[in-house]
């Protein structure tokens, strides 16, 4: 079950019959919307590339199966996270364990595709396999976390209620949810405390002055520049 790309602006269709890369967070967000199904269906659609190529490829003719060899930078696989960070979630959510072969066929793949001499390599061609000498900084930062938290299932980060930043870094929601609360009443008190130096301010000195007359032709009447002060 792939989706296609829409321009947010004029709901128009940017590419027709691809998808990217980056697309397989979807899975993950549906799965965070608790729509369990479609997110299989869309995660197991990103999977069958990934078993062809040994990793997804940059950009990918899901209508045809088949790679965009005209184009170079479409034939990249450069080990993002986002298959691995979906895998992941719609596991620990569901604990299908068919998820984990899901994970141990990556790691397989990884090992054999990607491995170079000095850590594991970019795909530069995912038709001929050959390897780009780079390895990208999220590729430990990221997709080997995940890949670490989908196997491990006594982590710490699975005792308490974390959510992970776009970075893959872990965040204790409780205490982040508490901080908030913390700020948002510092906010109110810093509020208060304006107010009330505000109306102490009014008190101690009226708008027309200290050392006006308190004698007016008619009492009941303020002299013309008392309602200038105003």
Known sequence: AFHRVFDMFTSKARRQH????LQAFWPGLQVATGDFERASRSLNAFHRVFDDYGGLPEDFDYPNMQLFANVQQSLRVPL???LLESTYLLYRATRDPSWLWAGANAVEAIAQVHKAPCGYATVSNAATQALADEMPSFFLAETTKYLFLLFDDDNFLHSKDFVFSTE???????????EQKKKNRRSDDDLDDKFIESDDELVKTPPWGENEDDDDDDAGTLSSSRRRAF
């Open 80 to 82: 993002r996270p986002e």
């Open 168 to 178: 893959a870094h872990p965040f204790d929601a409780q205490r982040v949810r508490a």
């Open 18 to 21: 691809h998808f990217e890369n």
